[in-house]
């Protein structure tokens, strides 16, 4: 199947510091790739969708100016969690759609902000 | 956000068992998918539908495309250890414009297989 990457695949970091996680597709292009927030035991909660070339679309309730995502090609999004605090500390997962609208998915990270 | 309804939410099985596991939706898909994922990793892509009455197998998995495009169901057969982690299903309309390829998850069933 196709491989999608993530890196880092955990960082801790300092209240107020901004953090850049990298999403990756290795073997195809995505000109539309997702991000996504994961609390423990719960489902995938849907932030923003990053398409190449154009402005993330961000879902209600997510701060764009928080959280910058910029997808300068069709196999690089990077996701910002600026000015981090505490309840920003999250497992962070991005995909990459495939064809039509099969996502895979990467292999996450671990943001700890203390 | 919508979610679909996704059952059981979570079951306990012994080794060797026959698993079901089945999501509704008040709408209808265009694709239903359905993911496994395994504590403090992303999810694996298992089986892909993309048509209404598609039957679909991988190994052990069969999944099917309900024919009101408002339900699948995932089965596995046989289950082993390592079947163990949380299976999620997931529908997408393509609807076009900024609805494009977006995914509305089930809340996940959580398989424990005993030896």
């Known amino acids: 199947g196709a491989v999608v990457s993530q890196h880092p695949s955990w960082v801790i970091c300092k209240s107020g510091t901004s953090v850049k996680i990298e999403c990756r597709s290795l073997d195809f292009q995505a000109t539309t790739m997702f991000w996504y927030r994961q609390f423990p035991k719960q489902s995938l909660m849907l932030m923003a969708t990053s398409n190449e070339g154009s402005k993330a679309t961000y879902e209600q309730g997510v701060e764009k100016d928080k959280f910058l995502i910029n997808h300068a090609s069709l196999t690089l999004s990077t996701l910002t969690v600026t000015s981090a605090h505490p309840e920003d500390s999250s497992f962070y997962i991005c995909?990459?759609?495939?064809?039509?609208?099969?996502?895979?998915f990467g292999p996450g990270t671990r943001l700890t902000v203390l | 956000g919508q979610q679909l309804n996704q059952s059981p939410q979570s079951m306990f099985i012994q080794e060797g068992e026959d698993v079901s596991m089945n999501c509704t939706s008040s709408s209808i898909f265009n694709t239903w998918l359905w993911y496994k994922q395994d504590p403090g990793e992303g999810p694996v892509l298992l089986i892909a539908l993309y048509k209404a009455g598609e039957l679909t197998s991988n190994g052990r998995l069969t999944a099917q495309f309900g024919i009101t495009r408002k339900d699948s169901f995932l089965n596995i057969s046989a289950s082993i250890p390592s079947d163990v982690g949380i299976y999620f299903c997931a529908g997408s309309l393509n609807a076009g414009g900024t609805s494009y390829g977006k995914l509305t998850f089930g809340q996940g069933t959580i398989l424990t297989v005993h030896p």
């Open positions: 995909s990459a759609v495939q064809g039509v609208n099969t996502q895979y």
